[in-house]
């Protein structure tokens, strides 16, 4: 694994630790797509830190729980701001 990659891991995994944002938004910010935030996440770092795996999958784990609540308060949103 390259350095640069590896580097990226890192930063990631810490921002979402520092932050709690979602995959989407930490691909914003990083300038990677999501599905490289997820691979980044949940296969790279597994091999590089497995507590900072621990720590970060438990956060995944919480919006995926509540994922249904965001996508109908963000609906809720768009209609109400449509009428």
């Known amino acids: ?20 944002e ?15 935030v997820h691979k980044d996440l949940h296969e790279r770092l597994r091999d590089i830190d497995r507590n900072l795996y ?3 999958d438990n956060i995944l784990k919480y919006h995926i729980d509540i994922r249904h609540i965001r996508g109908g308060a963000a ?6 701001k449509k009428y």
């Open 1 to 20: 694994m390259s350095n640069d990659i590896l580097t990226r891991v890192i930063g990631e995994a810490n921002y979402i630790l520092e932050t709690g």
């Open 22 to 36: 979602t995959v989407r938004n930490i691909a914003k910010v990083f300038n990677v797509s999501k599905s490289t």
């Open 54 to 56: 621990g720590r970060v």
């Open 75 to 80: 609906t809720r949103k768009k209609y109400l």
